[in-house]
């Protein structure tokens, strides 16, 4: 799972609402099925030879990411750009390479995006944020934090939060704490949801080894986390693993074990899973 935090990555919340607000049926469309079966021919997908409207394709590229299934997403959004012009598109390509870990390629699709003219303030934020992200994930941080910072010093509408955690993580990197954490309570003040700032927070008062201020944010984090399946799935080992570390430290012994063995429910062949079991070891008191 990747720390950095960039609106391309709700793509997955885009094909939802795609997929959960079905549009009417539209002349060209293929059918519902045609996803699970095999291509039509060499470089083709069913329906490629009747859908004519670009929206169509768009559409279908959503749905394909939706699935995991990148390589229809890059073929459907290809056949939209093909058959118009526009720079929502290209921004789209250019997430789903980022989303697969090819930052220059996506680089590429979002300078074009930006080329053929986003439209509003808030897209080309979007861009923006998506680009910082690009450079990010390179090693790039300087050409990362110019570009997350025109996007936090930009009028609009457009949520911040996204560029403001980027640029704690790279702070972090750099291991420049005070700074990482002024930009992640800017996250909280823009976002008072998103855990993952407040796990980061944690993860800095660990390091000045302010276990009860680590505690109270992790568990902060948890609380967020209640209810989110997913979310759970994907962060929860690691932000329990520090809550519990954080008790250990605090020799909260019993709170420290219950939240450690939330990591072994989760993941416990993970690292946070081998370093939990770690710590239970020390703290005794029962099989794991």
């Known amino acids: 799972m990747k720390r950095l935090s960039v609106s391309f990555l709700t793509l997955v919340l885009l094909a939802t609402v795609a997929c959960a607000h079905k549009q009417p049926a539209i002349p060209?469309?293929?059918?519902?099925?045609?996803?699970?079966?095999?291509?039509?021919?060499?470089?083709?997908?069913?329906?490629?030879?009747?859908?004519?409207?670009?929206e169509v394709a768009y559409n279908m590229a959503l749905e394909f990411a939706s699935q995991g299934n990148m390589e229809g997403a890059h073929h459907?959004?290809?056949?939209?750009?093909?058959?118009?012009?526009?720079?929502k598109y290209s921004y789209t390509n250019g997430l789903f390479y980022l989303s697969g870990g090819?930052?220059?390629?996506?680089?590429?699709?979002?300078?074009?995006?930006?080329?053929?003219?986003?439209?509003?303030?808030?897209?080309?934020?979007a861009v923006l944020n998506a680009m910082g992200a690009c450079h990010m994930e390179l090693g790039e941080n300087e050409e990362a934090l110019k570009l997350f910072r025109q996007v936090v010093n930009s009028n609009g509408v457009f949520s911040?939060?996204?560029?403001?955690?980027?640029?704690?993580?790279?702070?972090?990197?750099?291991?420049?704490?005070?700074d990482a954490e002024a930009v992640f309570l800017k996250v909280i003040d823009e976002n008072p949801r998103y855990y993952k700032a407040y796990n980061?927070?944690?993860?800095?008062?660990?390091?000045?080894?302010?276990w009860g201020d680590a505690a109270l944010n992790f568990k902060k984090a948890l609380d967020l986390l209640k209810g989110d399946y997913q979310a759970q799935q994907s962060d929860g080992a690691e932000i329990y693993y520090?809550?519990?570390?954080a008790l250990y430290?605090?020799?909260?012994?019993?709170?420290?074990?219950?939240?450690?063995?939330?990591?072994?429910?989760?993941?416990?062949?993970?690292?946070?899973?081998?370093?939990a079991k770690a710590i239970l070891a020390k703290i005794g008191g029962g099989d794991l």
Do not use: W
């Open 200 to 210: 980061k927070i944690g993860i800095i008062k660990s390091t000045e080894n302010k």
């Open 242 to 245: 520090h809550y519990g570390e």
């Open 76 to 87: 459907y959004i290809a056949l939209a750009s093909k058959l118009r012009t526009d720079s």
């Open 249 to 275: 430290q605090e020799k909260l012994y019993p709170q420290a074990r219950s939240a450690l063995l939330e990591v072994l429910k989760i993941a416990p062949e993970s690292r946070f899973g081998q370093s």
């Open 28 to 54: 060209g469309a293929p059918d519902a099925g045609f996803s699970r079966r095999g291509k039509a021919a060499k470089g083709e997908l069913p329906g490629d030879a009747t859908i004519k409207n670009p």
């Open 102 to 125: 090819k930052y220059h390629e996506a680089l590429d699709y979002l300078q074009l995006a930006m080329k053929q003219g986003p439209g509003t303030q808030e897209n080309r934020l």
């Open 160 to 178: 911040r939060y996204e560029s403001y955690y980027n640029m704690g993580v790279i702070y972090m990197r750099e291991k420049k704490y005070l």
